[in-house]
């Protein structure tokens, strides 16, 4: 029976600092009519992102809406359609869209991405939020048109036990990276990046002194730096790239919350004496290389050539711990909450 009503992830108030969980909560909404093109879709999994840790204030500038209190968060998700007023989107159907923290959505057809084309055979649906989802599509946007990764390159990534950085390191190797590098935070994941992504070596960020921990990782310079932090790692591998070097611009972990912005731009007198390249990217400016990237990637995880990781939160109710954990690095690949099966 078509539920009247669906529980939603509400943000009760702007962080004031650090986010807490007091700063969300779940309720109880009316689900609308659906009208003349709509789905109602019952969410399956939903992604937990760091670009909400900015959207959740009210002055960061971000590429798309920041979130208004008292109102539902949203992201991205992926359902099945339980019932269509759409005839290209029948019932049974798997869609991903943006409107995730919530346990059903009302959307039009036209918003579903991807619509009829989730292969549940080809790959399990969290893949398709995580690896060969926006995720792995970010990874290999930075890499392949942002760094221009070549054979024989050697390869850094920070970050590199999250969800892009997992991708990054793995999708590197294949596209011919030489030595793969990267950063993360504890000896555990610093262990993992070996054992199950394939890293040549690591730096545990929290240690010690990263330009130092870099210096000695590779004493002959990196080519590209695949960029998901920002701040002294930044500046650590602007002093580890080689002359020409290339820099993706992918994120900047470190930098939410003003206490953390304390690094000194005189490093990038590096970018001058090397001749680097850095260049920062939004992924969805990109959309014309993800059929090139979706039949790649379905390719090395059916040779079994890459492996798919997410940490995974059950419920709705947990979802806003899901956050919290995601920003304090308590995840290995992609976050994601589970919220119904199929
Ligand atoms: P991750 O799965 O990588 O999770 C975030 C990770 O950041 C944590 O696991 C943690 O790992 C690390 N981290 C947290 N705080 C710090 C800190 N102060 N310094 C260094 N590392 C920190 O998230 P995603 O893979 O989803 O995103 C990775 C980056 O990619 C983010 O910066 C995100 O904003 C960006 N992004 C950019 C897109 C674009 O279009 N440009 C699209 C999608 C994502 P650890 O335990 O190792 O510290």
Redesign the pocket.
Known sequence: MTPRTTRVVRLVRRPAGEPVPADFAVEERTLPQLGEGQLLVRNLYMSV???MRGRLESTEKH?THNFTPGAPLDGRALGVVEESRSAAVPPGTFVRHQLGWREHAVLDAADTEGAGRIDPELAPLPTWLGLLG??GF?AY??LTRIADVRPGDTVLV?????????AAGQFARLLGAERVLG????PD?CALLVKEFGYDATAD??AGPVREALAGLAPDGVDVYFD????E?LAAALHALRTGGRVA??????Q?GGE?RTVDINHLIQAVLKRLTLC?????DHEDLRPEFEHRVAGWLRAGEVTARETVADGLENAPGALLS??????????LVRLSSP
């Open positions: 992102d760091p670009s590429y926006q995720t970010t946007v930075g920070s970050a590199a036990a999250g969800a892009v950085g997992s950063t993360a935070g504890g994941k960020y929290r998901n932090v920002g701040g790692q611009l992918c994120g900047m972990m470190s939410f953390r920062g990217f939004i992924v969805r995601l920003l304090a690095g308590g995840n290995v690949g992609k976050m």
